[in-house]
């Protein structure tokens, strides 16, 4: 453990004297920020004089004129995983501190271990100094104390973001170890979430439309190929880590959401009529909703990071 | 010299797919004693070191450093034995003793017995002067002390140095030779030296071995391995020109 701890209070120093983690920070904190204030102005004005709805609190998070808070981590985040470790390995072989650091008496897995829990520990601090933050503005200005089950909901929501980032982290580990070249692993990591974050939606309908081919005019006779077509999509987007973690903090932190396979589509007023005449789920059937999200983001973070362990401990190390 | 063996092999190979880059290399080096390791450029005399430091593992053969086995043991191993690369990395963004401090850490060496070991093996080396210059703005003899420094400060029983005074100018280059006459005369270190600069090897080691296309080709004092390639005479032979002959001799 000596060597983990070692080598992870360095990784951590580094990463908080680092201008570029500084730098991605305070873009995040602000954007962060100013949406809290928004948003929360909005609900402030919008609740004047009226009986404050269940919740309330969470809509910090999950509402925004443009994009709620939880949208932009869901954007955003992997960048932070991708910066805290696209270089974490190829920075020690080319500055040739990696053949050192071997050649000590730690076992070779606290190097990679120790990054990762630095990345890891990292990101669980920017997390919850932004939802602290968040929350204390959303206190101020929309002055209702969140309940202990809107609080939980916070900390699953936060122990999902921190999976969800820790994700693209173990990713760009990974493509620390496979490429010497920092550039080209910092790219391979961008190119990684572009394709995973954004094209998988329409690999999804490209795959549902080829291999559950449904006839519009014959559609209204075959509803249940309708819906074989819809499932097929939406289970082949759940590849994407995005797909996951947006439909598991949705879940988690709007109560009133039931599902996530709704095929039907609606307009506002008929979701806002539906949800003026519907209780809020509880904690524990929204977390069974979701927990195929939870557990599946778990574990892809877990088997990139056994990949890396993996490729990295195969690895021989040379100074030259 | 005390004839206590701290490094051995028997038969130790490794082979890189087709590539044999060690063959069957037995040693047997005592304590105190500075070993040269010769051989150019592919020989394997890296591979040796990363096998005999459990940074790599044999194809077949067996090590011993200090009695551990490498493979089985590589903690125990590193826990004795110093490492200076011939490319030696620093953090550049910390200072000398910052770097110490964190290779002390890695080894479990205490902060509070560390600092002032630092203070002092930096004063050895002659890297004392200016404790706040970071590391990033060393000159590469610098960095080759700094190397040194912080193989000292773990106190090991077995060096191992790849080209210790490659770019370091003459002065730099005598006392660095000092420092390993001084570790193995006076803390009986044993010393495993591998470099080209056959003067230096001759001015400090005890007993050389030439390593050509993975084969140890002699091992033995220089005085021992001239007499045998050139003869009984009143000539003296330079480290230089036995190792020509032998490399000429495996070339053809």
Request: contains cysteine; aromatic residues 10%.
């Amino acid at each position: 453990m000596t060597g983990i701890w070692t080598i992870c209070r360095k990784e951590l120093a580094d990463h908080f004297s680092s201008t570029r983690f500084i730098l991605l920070f305070t873009l995040i904190l602000i954007v962060s920020l100013v949406m809290a204030y928004m948003v929360g102005t909005t609900l402030r004005d919008e609740l004047k004089d009226v009986a404050k709805p269940t919740f309330v609190f969470l809509m910090l998070f999950t509402s925004g004129k443009l994009f709620s808070l939880v949208s932009f981590i869901a954007f955003f985040g992997p960048l932070i995983g991708i910066v805290l470790g696209f270089d974490a390995v190829n920075r020690e072989r080319s500055s040739r501190t990696l053949s050192k650091l071997v050649s000590q008496p730690i076992y070779r897995d606290s190097i990679i271990n120790g990054k990762f829990l630095a990345g890891a520990i990292l990101i669980t601090i920017m997390l919850l100094s932004i939802v602290l933050l968040i929350s204390g503005l959303g206190l101020r200005l929309i002055g209702v104390v969140p309940g202990p089950e809107e609080i939980w909901r916070l900390l699953i929501y936060l122990v999902l973001s921190i999976f969800y980032i820790s994700f693209w982290l173990a990713i760009s580990i990974l493509f620390s170890i496979t490429f010497r070249s920092m550039a080209t692993s910092a790219l391979a990591a961008i190119a990684f979430w572009i394709c995973f974050s954004f094209f998988v939606g329409f690999v999804a309908d490209l795959a549902g439309d080829a291999f559950f081919p449904v006839d519009p005019r014959a559609a209204e006779r075959n509803p249940e190929l309708m819906v074989t077509q819809a499932q097929a999509k939406k289970l082949i987007s759940y590849i994407s880590p995005m797909t996951l973690y947006s439909e598991g903090t949705t879940i988690v932190l709007n109560p009133l959401q039931k599902t996530t396979q709704s095929l039907l589509l609606m307009g506002p007023m008929e979701r806002l009529s539906i949800s003026r005449f519907q209780n809020p789920l509880p904690l524990g059937q929204s977390l069974s909703i979701v927990l195929p999200h939870i557990i599946t983001l778990i574990a892809i973070t877990m088997i990139f990071f056994a990949i890396s362990y993996a490729v990295f401990m195969r690895q021989e190390v040379r100074s030259t | 010299m005390n004839g206590q063996t701290v490094i051995e092999t028997q038969d130790l190979t490794k082979v890189y797919g087709d590539q044999v880059a060690v063959n069957r290399l037995n040693l047997k080096i005592d304590q105190g004693e500075v070993f040269g390791f010769l051989g150019p450029n592919g020989a394997g005399k890296t591979t040796t070191l990363l096998m005999l430091l459990g940074l790599s593992e044999p194809t077949s053969g067996k090590a011993w450093v200090c009695g551990f086995d490498p493979t089985r043991d590589p903690l125990k191993v590193k826990k004795v034995v110093g490492y200076l690369p011939e490319n030696v990395g620093f953090y550049d963004d910390m200072n000398a003793a910052q770097n110490l401090l964190f290779m002390s850490r890695l080894n479990g060496i205490p902060d509070e017995v560390a600092r002032p070991k630092a203070e002092e093996v930096l004063r050895i080396v002659g890297l004392d002067a200016d404790p706040r210059k970071r590391v990033g703005a060393y000159s590469r003899g610098m960095r080759q002390r700094l190397g040194i420094a912080e193989v000292l400060l773990k106190e090991p029983q077995v060096v191992f140095l790849d080209e210790p005074t490659l770019g370091l100018d003459p002065d730099g280059a005598l006392q660095m030779l000092e420092v390993i006459r001084s570790m193995s005369q006076d803390k009986k270190i044993t010393v495993f030296f591998s470099s080209h600069l056959l003067d230096q090897v001759q001015k400090i080691s005890h007993r050389v071995g030439i390593m050509l296309k993975g084969n140890m080709v002699a091992m033995g004092r220089i005085d021992d391995l001239a007499e045998e390639k050139f003869g009984i005479g009143q000539e003296k032979y330079t480290l230089e020109e036995i190792y020509m002959k032998y490399f000429k001799e495996g070339q053809s």
